[in-house]
């Protein structure tokens, strides 16, 4: 029981999910600003949302990729490429998984108002083009941007099943364009790299393979400079999205805030750094640095909203993925700060 426990717990991708499950959440507290009421409930409920949509991506992606995956030491051991979980089983759990998301929304948020069928609209796009990403994903070097858009319209989720009458703030604004960057930088940038060494065994299309990163038999990686300025410019750009809500739109960040916003990009320009330089995909170099990013990939809406959540509730957002990740990922008889995409 606990080696099946360990299987489908890789299967459902469990130690990365406290992060990956924060996007309709975000979405919801986004409309704080224009003084909707949240509680708890609906934090949870937006939670819950997020995180089955992230096991449905997940699970439909390695029921698709079994062949490629075969061609990687990373991925050859995944529960579908031994059988130790069959195809089935994948397939009952990625049908539950759209089943239960559209049962919390119409059994806690159903009301006849333009607001809910922008809600249900987005939950099928963010579904739709997710299941586009994993078919047809590695068939066309833009389809990174697909699973980025994917992402975005699971912002909206929360955003339209809390909102009364439809409004966006500009928090909510900002939110959905940085989680397009902070996804369009796992998938084509950090994704990329992590599979360059057997992607093109396949004749497999992305971004990466496009614009010339190259692996040795050696396991050395060559990243070109083209490569390196588009995923910095997706971080740098990031960062700078921090700032508009103060800089355009006089939202009332203290001074002790707006040092917490300069902190948290430096630290994140600084690790992408240190991966775009990186030399070598031996060990686990690749596993860590992808580990670090899905870590900090959602540190930096908490602080955005800083103006409209208090301190504790920034935090808990923040320490959630990561005490999230402790707990599951020796749970899931896997190694601390390894691969959490």
């Avoid at 409309?31 to 699970?59: N, P, Q, R, T």
């Avoid at 119409?106 to 083009?129: E, V």
Wanted: glycine share 6%; net charge positive.
């Amino acid at each position: 029981m606990p080696k099946l426990f360990f299987e489908y717990a890789k299967l459902l991708r469990l130690p990365g999910l406290g992060g990956l499950s924060l996007a309709p959440v975000f979405g919801a507290l986004s409309i704080l600003s224009l003084g909707v009421k949240i509680d708890y409930i609906d934090i949870l409920l937006m939670f819950i949302i997020g995180l089955i949509s992230a096991i449905y991506s997940f699970v439909s992606n390695d029921i698709i990729d079994i062949e490629i995956d075969k061609l990687s030491e990373d991925t050859k051991k995944r529960p579908l490429v031994t059988g130790t979980i069959s195809i089935k089983s994948a397939k009952i759990i990625s049908i539950l998984c759209i089943i239960i998301a559209f049962i919390i929304a119409f059994f806690f948020y159903y009301r006849p108002h333009i607001s809910f069928y922008l809600a249900i609209l987005s939950m099928i796009l963010a579904a739709i083009l997710g299941t586009i990403y994993n078919v047809y994903g590695k068939k066309f070097a833009t389809s990174s941007i697909v699973a980025s858009i994917s992402e975005s319209f699971l912002v909206l989720v929360g955003v339209f099943l809390i909102s009364p009458d439809a409004s966006l703030s500009i928090f909510s604004w900002v939110i959905i364009v940085l989680m397009f960057n902070q996804t369009l930088f796992m998938t084509a940038v950090i994704g990329g790299i992590k599979d360059a060494d057997h992607d093109y065994l396949l004749n497999v299309k992305n971004l990466a393979l496009k614009s010339g990163v190259k692996v040795t038999e050696n396991k050395d990686i060559f990243l070109p400079n083209s490569f390196k300025l588009f995923g910095f410019s997706l971080r740098f750009s990031s960062a700078i999205l921090l700032f508009i809500p103060i800089l355009f739109f006089n939202i009332d960040y203290k001074i002790w805030q707006i040092a917490l916003l300069l902190f948290v990009s430096i630290f994140v320009l600084f690790f992408s750094i240190k991966l775009l330089n990186l030399k070598n995909l031996k060990g686990d170099n690749i596993a860590r640095f992808a580990g670090i990013q899905g870590i900090l990939r959602y540190t930096f809406v908490p602080f955005l909203l800083l103006p409209i959540i208090n301190i504790t509730n920034s935090l808990l957002l923040i320490i959630l993925p990561i005490i999230w990740y402790i707990i599951f990922t020796p749970l899931s008889g896997m190694k601390l700060f390894k691969n959490v995409m």
